[in-house]
């Protein structure tokens, strides 16, 4: 079975601060990973998604992940936070043996001014 | 496109009440799964629909069900309602059914249960 840790359930960063919000997963096939979205009172939205090509992947706002196998990391990073990326992020992983999506718990992110 | 909407937004129930949550996806897409999604657990897998059949199940009782119709368009119902089920509920909808394929969600509906 597949898991998703999001290590730190609260993130608080300074405006112009860098960001990193940690995933780690477990698994014992290969993986498809993806880091979503949630501002208050809406759905989750993609932000980036890993399927196979380069481990470096660019998604939108800014924001990029990387994928390592050796460590089954998939952290989330952008070089300068904004009041704007302030919300819930979701770092999820499926298989291409599986059926579902697992998410992790999830990582809140404060961007303090 | 529209994108996926669910209904009602939010609900207030009573224990051992029944609920019926709908969630039409984005027209073209022929997959939906809904999420309970709960402070602290995140987003738990409740169920998969696509072509009208259940493809995958997660881990709840048996009190969880859902469908899916020809147009696509999925109901799940929660039968004799607990404290517990309190949560938001969301729908995703996709393409085809795999996992490989991007989700998208829609807003969900806030099930409160008194």
């Known amino acids: 079975a597949q898991s998703v840790t999001q290590l730190d359930s609260q993130v608080p960063v300074f405006e112009e601060a860098p960001v990193e919000l940690r995933c780690n997963y477990s698994?014992?096939?290969?993986?498809?990973l993806f880091w979503y979205v949630q501002y208050p009172n809406q759905g989750l939205q993609l932000l980036l998604k890993?399927?196979?090509?380069?481990?470096l992947v660019k998604g939108i706002n800014g924001f990029e992940a990387e994928f390592k196998k050796s460590e089954t990391s998939f952290h989330l990073t952008k070089p300068s936070a904004h009041m704007s990326d302030a919300a819930e992020y979701f770092c999820?992983?499926?298989?291409?043996?599986?059926?579902?999506?697992?998410f992790g718990t999830g990582t809140s992110l404060t961007v303090i001014p | 496109k529209a994108g996926v909407t669910q209904t009602p937004r939010y609900l207030i129930k009573t224990r051992g009440q029944q609920v019926t949550l709908s969630c039409s996806p984005i027209?073209?897409?022929?997959?939906v799964s809904w999420y309970q999604q709960t402070p602290g657990q995140g987003l738990q897998f409740l169920f998969e629909?696509?072509?009208?059949?259940?493809?995958n199940k997660g881990n709840f009782p048996g009190r969880f069900s859902g469908r899916q119709f020809s147009n696509s368009r999925s109901e799940m119902n929660v039968s004799t309602l607990e404290l517990g089920d309190s949560a938001l509920y969301l729908c995703?909808?996709?393409?085809?059914?795999?996992?490989?394929?991007?989700?998208?969600f829609g807003p969900g509906t806030r099930l409160t249960v008194t």
């Open positions: 995703a909808s996709s393409p085809l059914a795999g996992a490989i394929y991007e989700q998208y």
């Open positions: 698994s014992s096939v290969s993986v498809y």
């Open positions: 890993y399927l196979s090509g380069s481990t």
């Open positions: 999820a992983v499926s298989t291409n043996t599986g059926n579902q999506f697992y």
């Open positions: 027209s073209g897409h022929r997959s």
């Open positions: 629909y696509f072509s009208e059949t259940q493809r």
